[in-house]
């Protein structure tokens, strides 16, 4: 089957009809690395995989976006908060769960929150109105952390990723390098995939424009990160592991747009706040791999309209752009066909 694309084609940018159901899933803003590297350490205030101010900012803009388009534009969502409406979730981690809250304040910002019965006075400063975000242990989740024990990720890459030629390549030209890079990073590097999250660490250190180890030249440092994005790319990009790891999701978006269509639930609207692993699997499972790592606030979008006579279709973006899907060479398929892409989405 021919795999879909992102296009910046206008033709494909919007389904026509009344928009009945929205669905985001979020990749968490911007935050501090996951580990420090021993031989250049950091202070990070916020402690380690935390979600900084910057981060904050971005998640309350993208929410302050998408309020425009489902309360001033489509009209999907009421002004004032309506409980039964907006449904969110995320992943059990505090970067995901401040992103999802800073997302929602956007989305339902400051003013909009309820008053005293017996006065105007807003119940909170601000008319801040909150929002429930729902979670689920780490060691239960199986929607939002795609590269975790439960699906065994390290044997997926073992048997469908290591063995291709093009990865044996790569790691033919970077093994050599591995024990001076330990020595260099203080970080005992065994195996390719290793290169994913010190590369994120170097990366982010570089972005803060933090000192780096001594003993890394920039090339070394340009080596790692590049290697570690293909290889952290290079995993979803496999049909098999996208379908595993993110078809169970894929699977639940397509159970929300179900109910929307039979009109059996209130809402209308659901946030899932999670990964950059999480949208590559999301995507691989779509048929559409990308071919970078998500930038921080990277949202994948997947809306039902109607457009009359029974006729209900799925629209499908990332990051505003139109992802074309092969079953209809656009970016909107009917329900039914994305019932059966997402029920095919197994591994």
Same mark, same amino acid.
């Given at each position: 089957?021919? !795999?879909?694309s992102?296009?910046?084609?206008?033709?494909h940018?919007?389904a026509?009809?009344?928009l009945?159901?929205?669905? &985001?899933?979020?990749?968490?803003?911007d935050?501090?690395?996951?580990? &420090?590297?021993?031989?250049a350490?950091?202070?990070?205030?916020?402690?380690?995989?935390?979600?900084?101010?910057l981060? /904050?900012?971005?998640?309350?803009? #993208?929410? @302050?976006?998408?309020?425009?388009?489902y309360?001033?534009?489509?009209?999907?969502?009421? &002004?004032?908060?309506e409980?039964s409406?907006i449904?969110?979730?995320?992943? &059990?981690f505090d970067r995901?769960?401040?992103?999802?809250?800073?997302?929602?304040?956007?989305l339902?910002?400051?003013?909009?929150?309820?008053? /005293?019965?017996?006065s105007d006075e807003?119940?909170l400063?601000?008319?801040?109105?909150?929002?429930?975000?729902?979670?689920?242990?780490?060691?239960?989740?199986?929607l939002?952390?795609p590269?975790?024990?439960y699906y065994h990720f390290?044997?997926l890459?073992?048997?469908?990723v290591?063995?291709?030629k093009?990865?044996? @390549?790569? #790691?033919?030209?970077?093994?050599? !390098?591995?024990?001076?890079w330990?020595? =260099?990073?203080g970080?005992p590097?065994?195996?390719?995939?290793?290169?994913?999250? %010190?590369? *994120?660490s170097?990366?982010? *250190?570089?972005?803060?424009? %933090?000192?780096?180890?001594?003993?890394?030249?920039s090339e070394?440092?340009?080596?790692?990160i590049?290697?570690?994005d293909?290889?952290?790319?290079?995993?979803?990009?496999?049909?098999t592991?996208? !379908?595993i790891t993110?078809?169970?999701?894929?699977?639940?978006?397509?159970g929300?747009?179900?109910? =929307?269509?039979?009109?059996a639930?209130p809402?209308k609207?659901?946030?899932f706040?999670?990964h950059?692993?999480?949208l590559?699997?999301?995507?691989s499972?779509?048929?559409a791999?990308?071919?970078?790592v998500?930038?921080?606030?990277?949202h994948?979008?997947?809306?039902?309209?109607?457009?009359g006579?029974a006729n209900?279709?799925?629209?499908?973006s990332y990051?505003?752009e139109?992802i074309? %899907?092969?079953?209809s060479?656009?970016?909107?398929c009917t329900?039914e066909?994305? /019932?059966v892409?997402a029920?095919n989405?197994?591994g």
């Amino acid at each position: 089957m021919e !795999k879909a694309s992102l296009s910046t084609n206008k033709k494909h940018t919007e389904a026509e009809g009344k928009l009945l159901f929205a669905i &985001d899933v979020i990749r968490h803003g911007d935050r501090t690395p996951t580990a &420090d590297i021993p031989t250049a350490p950091h202070e990070w205030p916020e402690g380690y995989g935390k979600l900084t101010a910057l981060g /904050m900012r971005q998640e309350y803009r #993208l929410g @302050e976006r998408l309020r425009s388009l489902y309360v001033d534009r489509y009209h999907l969502l009421a &002004d004032q908060y309506e409980p039964s409406s907006i449904f969110a979730r995320s992943s &059990d981690f505090d970067r995901t769960l401040m992103s999802a809250d800073a997302f929602l304040m956007g989305l339902e910002p400051p003013g909009v929150g309820p008053r /005293m019965t017996n006065s105007d006075e807003p119940a909170l400063p601000y008319a801040y109105q909150p929002l429930p975000i729902h979670t689920v242990p780490k060691e239960e989740e199986v929607l939002l952390i795609p590269d975790n024990a439960y699906y065994h990720f390290e044997d997926l890459l073992a048997r469908y990723v290591y063995p291709t030629k093009e990865c044996q @390549e790569k #790691l033919a030209n970077l093994q050599p !390098k591995f024990d001076a890079w330990s020595k =260099a990073t203080g970080i005992p590097i065994t195996h390719f995939y290793q290169l994913h999250s %010190l590369g *994120d660490s170097l990366s982010i *250190d570089q972005s803060h424009q %933090l000192s780096l180890p001594k003993d890394l030249s920039s090339e070394d440092v340009k080596t790692i990160i590049e290697a570690g994005d293909w290889i952290f790319i290079e995993a979803f990009k496999n049909p098999t592991i996208g !379908k595993i790891t993110g078809g169970e999701l894929l699977r639940t978006i397509a159970g929300h747009l179900q109910t =929307a269509k039979e009109q059996a639930t209130p809402l209308k609207y659901v946030l899932f706040s999670a990964h950059d692993s999480t949208l590559l699997a999301q995507m691989s499972a779509l048929g559409a791999p990308l071919n970078e790592v998500p930038q921080y606030a990277s949202h994948l979008n997947i809306s039902l309209f109607d457009r009359g006579n029974a006729n209900y279709y799925v629209q499908v973006s990332y990051n505003g752009e139109p992802i074309i %899907l092969p079953i209809s060479g656009s970016n909107s398929c009917t329900l039914e066909d994305f /019932m059966v892409l997402a029920e095919n989405a197994r591994g």
